[in-house]
Nanobody
Framework: QVQLVESGGGLVQAGGSLRLSCAAS????????MGWYRQAPGKQRELVGV???????NYADSVKGRFTVSRDNAKNTVYLQMNSLKPEDTAVYYC???????????????WGPGTQVTVSS
């Protein structure tokens, strides 16, 4: 069994900052890409930013220069530092990871349950 658990969401004023964390646990052999997606009410889930095991990153245009994805491979944890937050960043943020299961050797994408980020104007 593999689990992802996010933390760090909340309410913040426009222009403020938040840091999200996501820890993977369970039957993990290795983790490739880790990242963050978000879903606002009435909209489809969209990519925010991802990071490979080697540290390469990719971001949505809407967050470039404001958000930073990083990871601690020793802790199986990925972070999302969000600065200069805007009301349009309000969404449920989901952690995602491509994980090889230690027991089955299967590689699958896993999702966390999500954490709410609300940015007030």
């Amino acid at each position: 069994q593999v689990q992802l658990v996010e933390s760090g969401g909340g309410l913040v004023q426009a222009g403020g900052s938040l840091r999200l964390s996501c820890a993977a646990s369970g039957s993990i052999a290795s983790i490739n890409t880790m990242g963050w997606y978000r879903q606002a009410p009435g909209k489809q889930r969209e990519l925010v930013g991802v990071i490979t095991s080697g540290g390469s990153t990719n971001y949505a245009d809407s967050v470039k220069g404001r958000f930073t994805v990083s990871r601690d491979n020793a802790k199986n944890t990925v972070y999302l530092q969000m600065n200069s937050l805007k009301p349009e960043d309000t969404a449920v943020y989901y952690c995602n990871a491509l994980i090889r299961n230690l027991r089955s050797s299967y590689v699958n994408y896993y999702w966390g349950p999500g954490t709410q980020v609300t940015v007030s104007s």
